[in-house]
């Protein structure tokens, strides 16, 4: 398949490894996030305070179920999984992996929640958002790889590994993740 989707919580490393991975790769690099600011001619933080959070993910939806790219690695927000026709056009489009990163992992790299941009109903926690979004990561995942105890350069490594393997694997037979 010629384009690459990362998904995962917000601190798995979706922009970091993707950019890394496509200059490994020579592909390009599409951060869906920055299509939406350019698409509204606002920030995230203001389609957000303008729109509310379903406002917001109607214009996800609409930016990331209609992104287009040849050879490239995508990086959607972490919430595109809510869409599940956006996740249906960025399995079409492309191998999409579930980049994997434990609870605990999460809340260090993430740090404050809100100056990161995550955004949490009333009374959620991080571990909240992490139960209710593991799922839909597993679901639309092609490939799953765990990064939680690894670096930028290990977890390129793990990728394309999971990569080369998927791609090896007889038509026939379904990919065990």
Partial sequence: MENITLIGMPGAGKSTVGIVLAK???YDFVD???LIQKE???LLWQIMRDEGIEGFNR???RVNSTVTAEHSVISPGGSVVYSDR???HLRD???VIY???NCQTLARRLGDLKKRGVVLKPGQTLQDLYKERIPLYEKYAHLTVDVSKTDVAGAVALVQSALATYQE???SRPFQK
Avoid: C
């Fill in 169 to 171: 694997r007889p038509a």
């Fill in 99 to 101: 980049l994997k990163v």
């Fill in 59 to 61: 214009i996800e939806e």
């Fill in 93 to 95: 489009i492309s191998t």
């Fill in 32 to 34: 869906t996030d920055l």
């Fill in 40 to 42: 509204e001619n606002r």
């Fill in 24 to 26: 490994v790769l020579g």
């Fill in 86 to 88: 956006s996740m249906k």
